[in-house]
């Protein structure tokens, strides 16, 4: 608890929202696959609404972190978090681009995928990047 | 930007962790104006300057 009660109040509130997404996310996604594919058909409209529906604990996450961004009422620290939030993007454009071309050049049979996931992925391998010697 | 955070600080016998409490920062936000690696917005070092009772161009001056 003295690790909890150590964090400010906006990284307080930012884990509580990112373990609600995440745990909402494990939760929609097990359940609508497992109905998706439970062997009867689904209307065309029943599907984009799984999809979507599985979309916004993601959707949730990305407006966490933005939130993270506005109720930092540290000054520095929101300059680390808006430098780890560009250097994410960057880092997913820069494998997006890379993987649009292998596919363009038939090396790989599928476009960019999971740019989501692969931007959460880049957005923890960018945060000791930046508070490296911050 | 220079300053003479760290000597005002030890003046004080106040740690890093103090100073950072005193502001509502973090201790690293206190590092960072310290070595100089931030420059601190004009509202925080007006704090800066309440907390130890100068005026900023006796804290912070040009390089």
Do not use: C
């Not at chain 1, 939760?27 to 009867?40: C, K, N, V």
């Not at chain 2, 206190?30 to 006796?58: C, Q």
């Amino acid at each position: 608890m003295t690790y909890w009660n150590n964090l400010a109040p906006y990284m307080r509130r930012y884990t509580i929202r990112i373990l609600l997404f995440v745990s909402s996310y494990v939760i929609i996604l097990t359940s609508s696959l497992a109905f998706a594919r439970g062997g009867s058909e689904h209307s065309q409209a029943t599907l984009i609404g799984l999809a979507l529906i599985t979309a916004f604990p993601i959707i949730g996450m990305f407006w966490a972190i933005f939130r993270l961004l506005v109720e930092t009422d540290d000054e520095y620290q929101r300059l680390l978090f808006a430098k780890q939030t560009l250097l994410a993007t960057a880092a997913t454009l820069v494998i997006v681009t890379v993987w649009q071309f292998l596919q363009v050049y038939d090396v790989v049979t599928t476009g960019p995928q999971w740019m989501g996931v692969i931007w959460f992925a880049m957005l923890g391998l960018a945060a000791p990047i930046v508070r490296w010697k911050a | 930007m220079k300053n003479r955070l760290k000597v005002l600080r030890a003046e004080r016998d106040w740690s890093q962790q103090d100073l950072a409490d005193a502001l509502a920062v973090s201790r690293q936000s206190v590092n960072a104006i310290e070595t100089g690696k931030y420059d601190p917005s004009l509202p925080l070092a007006f704090r800066i300057a309440d907390l130890f009772e100068m005026p900023i161009e006796a804290i912070f001056h040009r390089d």
